[in-house]
């Protein structure tokens, strides 16, 4: 006897408790505490807040627990949170030329004004597992530097003092930049909202097609001008006062990419750029980000767009891992409806195609039928 | 009444639910173009603002959406602090960049065409008309046919701008472009969307 | 008002925060005033996944009151595991009655089909739609179907189904077929069964759309004509099926085909679970009905 599924309410809350069971794992292990993620999952955690949109270390450690270390989860979980939070306003931009530097390195340059400094980095480390990490054992306290820093110019300003890279954007001076949490997107765009999408962009996806541009697809001749990693302040403006207001400070990642450019019928040769700015300690995605924005403005500079990182449309399309890890999972979804429909209709075109190829044999079917 | 009073008195006293309220009854009277929708007076704006066109402002204007107003309302300084106040919409620089207009005097109201009508691109993108009306019978007759409307409906508001059949029949020929409109009496609204034909009850 | 609240986060009445709802509700007029044209909006995220409705949790939480009475379907079902979350997502954040009842509802989201029994005046159909524009699987630009929808030009998409002619015959588009919205715009009707279009044509009803994750909201107000795009010589025809339901008996619906083995077997059922129960209550009895299997057992059915 047939009896149609119900219960569909039981079975979701039985998942889900499945699920927390399955996310505490062995309860002998301790639970993580969300300040252990914060500190010894940093760049997890940076990531996170990068792609969420949203600089709360906290929250996105809870997310990635809450996640069990699904980072796309992770960051869905913060934008669907960000995304009910009340807008106060708007800081000013930050200056990262006055950033207070942990890691800064440039490419084109041997030495320059305040240095190349190393920082907390993943470089030139021997990628050997390291059997005391799993120890647990005692960790040196860092050297600090005892001078007071020198000031750190933007690799960019040093080049722009002899005229040789492009001016940094073309933006009018009353351009209120766009906010593409608030408003839909529309193509072409606009720089600023284009470097809004690939900052939140999957870094996976700006990776790839960083990376293509390397390989020939849109080749853009790129040198790391610099990439620094630092703590930024925040400000906004009250129309009550006659100051702008510090809010705090945050950790970003910039890269300015300068690209070799020999010039076309719309730009002189010389030097351009390509730009990178992501939440946190990011430098790979930094750098991606910087390669694609540089792809990107090819019509911008007079060049054949030819590639797939050179495509607006296709790359901030499905640069948003949010939207492209719903929509691809969505599939799982019923499609029973839909999927009947076309079951008929290829059961109806091989009958005729049959009949069509095959006329005898689709006879004989008949008469041992009836 | 002391003007910062008054820009701060008279919202929504429960603005999650009004602004619904009021809402439903635009979006229903948008999907029936002449089906008249009654409403409670859920804002006490100052005059010569209408409740019901206060109201619908309330719950469709923000600093998103740069509004117009007619002179009439112009010349009211009460009512500009208390559309700011409680709305924060920006007033708009011209017709045409206004996203709202609130017209307290449509008979002496410019031509349908100064505002934005939207592009062929974006028609979306066009002026939303909130015109204050005394009621909806005492005018001459208007015959409206279209989407939302399963044979014909009736509507004759009162004072509507000069020439409107014309206007309005220039307004249908430029769709997709072209405004909508909404008419508020004291207690009730209904609208006319860009896609509403016009019949005298002459012809 | 608050419809619940926790130490780290409280939501609002229906989760979404006014300021969004007013740009919703303000996109959904447009939409309404301009018939199948895909208004842009600036969609948030919300706490189910892109592609599992948020454009319409989005519209039916920007158009839902405290009366308001709510359906939720999926493939015709109210009972699929997705239609269940979505009505326990507004039972929780907007305290809103919900019922299976095709006519006791105010507002019905949809996502795949439109219900059997007629709509009537003062429902709200709301759509989950995942592709909005009809012409993307022809032209993936946005920049040129926004130019082909502004000019009305629609050769590209009569082509499509003039070459399906060609090479199959017939027009082999079953869901999502497109239509002609009051005689301007081709319109996606979200992946329907080609046979629930019809329906869509004149319905007293207002028919919402929301996309999401591409950031539209298109409607088709009441009595508003919807065509399906078709040729004189190979005329716009639905799906039909040889067999009435096997539960209810019911003719001229959508119906399910279910396997009940691995031999081949299976029966077809009415996608519409309401339809279907209420037919059944009423004493309608298919040939695979559990009454007509036990002709001891006449109880109509729990």
Redesign the interface.
Known sequence: MYVAVKGGEAAIHNAHRLLADRRRGDRSVPALRLDQIVEQLALGVDRVMSEGSLYDRELAALAIVQARGDMIEAIFLVRAYRTTLPRFGYTKAIDTGAMLVERRVSATYKDLPGGQLLGPTFDYTHRLLDPELAAGGDIAEPLRRESEAEAMPRVSAILAREGLIEPDGDMPQDHVPGDITREPLEFPMARDIRLQALSRGDEGFLLALGYSTQRGYARNHPFVGEVRIGEVELEIDVPELPFAVPLGSVRVTECQMVNQFKGSAKAPPQFTRGYGLVFGQNERKAMAMALCDRALRASELGEDVVAAAQDEEFVISHSDNVQATGFVEHLKLPHYVDFQAELDLVRRMRAEYEARENPAKVEEKREAAE | MEMAAQSIEGGFADPVFNAQTVFRAVMDAMARPGSVQALPAFARPPVPLSATAGAIALSLCDNDTPLWLDLALQAAPAVKSWLGFHTGAPLANTPADAHFALIANPAEMMALDGFSQGTQDYPDRSTTLILHVTDLVSGAPLLLEGPGIETSATIAPAQMPRHFIEQWKQNNQRFPRGVDIILATADSLTCLPRTTRIKTMEA | ?TAQSTDI?T???A?????????I???????????G?Q?????????M????G?GGVQVTA?????DDVLKVI???AD???????IR?FFRKVANVAVTTETAKASIIQT???IPEHPLK??QVLVYQV?IPEPLRFLE????ET??M???EEYGLMHVKLYEDIAR??RI?T???YPVKV?G??VMDPS?????DNPKMHRS?A?QLFGAG?E?RIY???????VVSLDFEDHPFEV?TFDQPC??CAAENV?????I?DDHGSH?F?C?D?DHCEKRRADGHRGH?A?ET??PGNMEPAQ
């Open positions: 008002m986060a939501y609002n009445f989760y979404l925060d006014e300021q969004t709802k007013r740009m509700r303000r996109a959904i007029l447009k939409g309404i005033a301009i018939p044209y208004v842009p909006f600036a969609s948030r995220e919300m706490p996944p892109y592609g599992w948020t920007s158009i839902i009151g405290p999926d493939q015709g009972d699929t595991t997705n239609a269940v979350s326990a996502r795949h089909r005046a003062g995942p993936p630009r946005e920049t926004r130019k929808h502004a000019l199959h015959g082999a079953t869901y999502a009051e301007r715009y992946p329907t069964p080609k046979f007293p207002l994750r950031k409607a088709v107000p009441p009595f508003t004509d799906q096997a539960l959508y119906l399910d085909e279910v009940l029966m059922v996608s679970t695979f559990p299997l036990a």
